[in-house]
């Protein structure tokens, strides 16, 4: 059983940046594939960036070139650097890890980007 339980939201003006942290509570969080997803109401979670057990990266067009996601096994936590923030990527940020049949999710973190 994996908790995952995410920080580091909040308001930020356009073009500023915000650090989202998503520490791992339980074993095996090195063996685990991590994604950051986000959410606005009355719309689907979409998937932003993926970071495997190897450390590969992908990220969803949209934030490419400003996000980079990121982990530190030692700490069980995974990061997500957000930069030029736009006031489209105001969402509810969710962390999510699956090894194998095993999916586990935190509970969101707000982000809100306006001026």
């Known amino acids: 059983q994996v908790q995952l339980v995410e920080s580091g939201g909040g308001l930020v003006q356009p073009g500023g940046s915000l650090r989202l942290s998503c520490a791992a509570s339980?074993?095996?969080?090195?063996?685990?594939?991590m994604r950051w997803y986000r959410q606005v109401p009355g719309k689907p979670r979409d998937w932003v960036a993926i970071?495997?057990?190897?450390?590969?990266?992908l990220y969803a067009n949209s934030v490419k070139g400003r996000f980079t996601i990121s982990r530190d096994n030692a700490k069980n936590t995974v990061y997500l650097q957000m930069n030029d923030l736009k006031p489209e990527d105001t969402a509810v940020f969710y962390c999510?890890?699956?090894?194998?049949?095993?999916?586990?999710w935190g509970q969101g973190t707000q982000i809100t980007v306006s001026s």
């Open positions: 339980g074993t095996g969080f090195s063996g685990y594939v």
């Open positions: 970071i495997t057990e190897a450390g590969r990266t």
């Open positions: 999510n890890a699956n090894s194998g049949g095993n999916n586990y």
